[in-house]
């Protein structure tokens, strides 16, 4: 009773503003949870504490320690394992992954990161990055393994209690596990190298709900990180995976279809190279596609287009996919096909943009996103840099249109930093034997100067009334800060008017911007603030139902409150500097 008690007293007060405050409720939550191991309470006390990995320095330092001995820490194993404490923690972590299914898995992802990959010493690039404590990876270990057991039990469980009702399914529960597993994979595909042929038969799942779709592409994610590392896989499981991927992408739906390409082109560049298998798969679709613009240019309104038009939209979406994880510019990897394919699918692209249909276009241009984060020289192309500038800055253009083309942005520069820590940690592996810097600066060179071809427009589109847009354009700029790919000054009137926005996510992600900013470049907001007053009246213009517009925001039991409040406290705090004079 005690328990339950000082938990509804100290929830609340996780929101308070004080430090300390906050510092003094996690450690309350932490006592209950390592005093009382089987409170039913714990996951959603451990989903609150999580939510804290991105508050400031000492509270998230707090929370790992948390973590490290809640979960972190291995279990007794000798004389024998403690089986009832390690299934009891598994419990825990998996009901959590559950519980944070509506909210995503970021922050637990970022848990596991902090722990992994401590941020000390980040600006310190002589720094050599160190193995993980022993402890750490042995209790991860445990729990890796612990889940696959745990997988299996469910599913005879469920074969034998099939026609039972259960107050959570047993796929959900089994998925909420593939989830788990596929967290630790990100972070440390190692942990899962033993179970990789373990996994391997869950692709071949019977799809009957959405949970079905789900766990077959969270498995297929899962291997895509794990089977590179396999020392020496025998051919005939290899053969498997290759099969039954290209099974699922012929039958399934797109979430299916993008892990099992990433799985294929992870298995295939990197293992098997059998790029025949690639080839007869991109010959099926492009055939299609190629047909089906024969029909289009011949009779616009042939029968034919509207039939076939289902399968010319997985036909669009899976050449994408192909041409992002192969690069048929590479002879061996085409494999007998037209040396200018590449660009002839581009051509193909283009042409089906200039059609009336909004929803053929919607899928047209999600495939030029694909396509251009390998082929990111198309970006700097007259043809779509034209195209994407109309689309985000013609107030005619479809919504759909202008998301669609901000998320292809935000795709690349993604892609782009997953491919330059990579080039980075290979620089790592081979500094002591040849220099390759000039290499990473050509990569982080291109992505900066492609960002500045379309920076001017995306900033644009922070200022209109469609709030998906908004949180597009907000994504691509917490991006190109993020990645320094251009000087932040001119960034920060756009920032500013962001901070005024009614949705409280844009609002607060662009506070933290400014906040991190003026640590950096002190009186930058102050010199920008009078732009970004403007671009916030335009902005309230638009989306204030009524006239004449206000700039003032309020909150329940609360004053009104200007909504440049935060950016006045930020400049506020600020020593007065000689460009303000």
Not at 243 to 259: N, P, Y
Not at 408 to 423: A, D, F, G, P, W
Not at 434 to 457: F, P, R
Request: glycine letters at 4%.
């Amino acid at each position: 009773m005690y328990t339950v008690s000082a938990l509804h007293s100290s929830l609340p007060s996780f929101q308070d503003t004080g430090v300390s405050v906050r510092k003094r409720v996690i450690k309350i939550l932490k006592d209950i949870c390592l005093e009382c191991p089987d409170f039913a309470k714990i996951p959603e006390i451990c989903v609150k504490m999580i939510r804290r990995i991105n508050d400031e320095e000492g509270i998230k330092k707090l929370v790992q320690e948390v973590f490290q001995n809640m979960w972190f820490t291995p279990v007794r194993d000798r004389p024998h394992v403690d089986e009832e404490s390690l299934l009891r923690k598994v419990n825990n972590i998996t009901e959590v992954v559950v519980a944070c299914r509506d909210t995503g898995l970021d922050w637990f992802e970022q848990l596991l990161h902090s722990m992994f990959k401590p941020r000390e010493d980040k600006d310190d690039v002589t720094k050599i990055v160190s193995e993980p404590p022993k402890s750490l990876v042995t209790a991860c270990k445990q729990i890796v393994d612990c889940l696959v057991r745990h997988i299996l039990v469910l599913e005879e469980d469920g074969h034998n209690n099939a026609a039972g009702p259960q107050p959570r399914t047993t796929t959900q529960r089994i998925l909420a596990c593939h989830k788990t597993l596929y967290l630790f994979a990100k972070i440390r595909p190692q942990l899962l190298v033993d179970h990789a042929i373990t996994l391997q038969p869950y692709l071949a799942w019977r799809c009957q709900t959405q949970v079905d779709y789900n766990m077959i592409g969270v498995v297929a994610r899962t291997l895509e990180l794990v089977v590179p590392l396999m020392e020496h896989p025998s051919e005939t499981f290899l053969a498997q995976l290759e099969e039954d991927a290209v099974k699922l992408i012929l039958q399934h739906d797109r979430t299916v279809i993008t892990s099992c390409l990433a799985l294929l082109g992870s298995i295939v560049n990197t293992v098997t190279k059998n790029y025949r298998l690639i080839k007869d798969c991109f010959n099926k679709y492009h055939t299609f596609i190629v047909d089906y613009k024969r029909y289009s240019e011949e009779n616009p309104q042939c029968p034919k287009l509207e039939t076939r038009k289902p399968l010319f939209r997985r036909s669009l979406y899976t050449i994408g996919l192909l041409l992002k994880h192969f690069n048929l510019k590479d002879e061996t990897v085409r494999c007998g096909l037209q040396e200018d394919i590449t660009n002839q699918v581009f051509d193909t692209l283009m042409y089906f943009m200039d059609q009336p249909d909004s929803n053929i276009r919607l899928y047209t241009l999600q495939a030029l996103g694909f396509v251009c984060i390998r082929h990111y020289e198309l970006m700097m192309g007259t043809r779509l840099k034209q195209l994407y500038h109309t689309l985000l800055l013609d107030p005619s253009v479809n919504t759909t249109l202008r998301i669609q083309t901000l998320q292809n942005i935000e795709s690349y520069l993604q892609e782009e930093e997953v491919r330059m820590i990579k080039q980075d940690q290979e620089w790592a592996k081979q500094k002591t034997r040849e220099n390759l810097k000039e290499m990473c600066d050509v990569q982080s060179g291109m992505a900066s100067a492609i960002i500045q071809v379309y920076l001017k427009q995306v900033l644009e589109c922070v200022v209109t009334g469609c709030m998906g847009v908004r949180h597009s354009a907000l994504r691509v700029i917490q991006l190109v800060l993020a990645q320094g790919l251009v000087h932040p000054v001119q960034i920060v009137p756009y920032l500013v008017c962001m901070s005024t926005d009614t949705e409280d996510m844009i609002a607060h992600s662009a506070d933290k911007q400014l906040q991190d900013i003026e640590k950096k470049y002190p009186g930058f907001i102050g010199m920008k603030a009078m732009q970004g007053f403007r671009l916030s009246y335009r902005l309230h213009s638009l989306i204030q139902p009524s006239m004449p517009t206000r700039g003032f925001r309020t909150k329940e039991g609360e004053h009104p409150g200007a909504l440049n409040g935060f950016l006045y406290s930020v400049m506020r705090s600020t020593k007065q500097h000689p460009l303000w004079r």
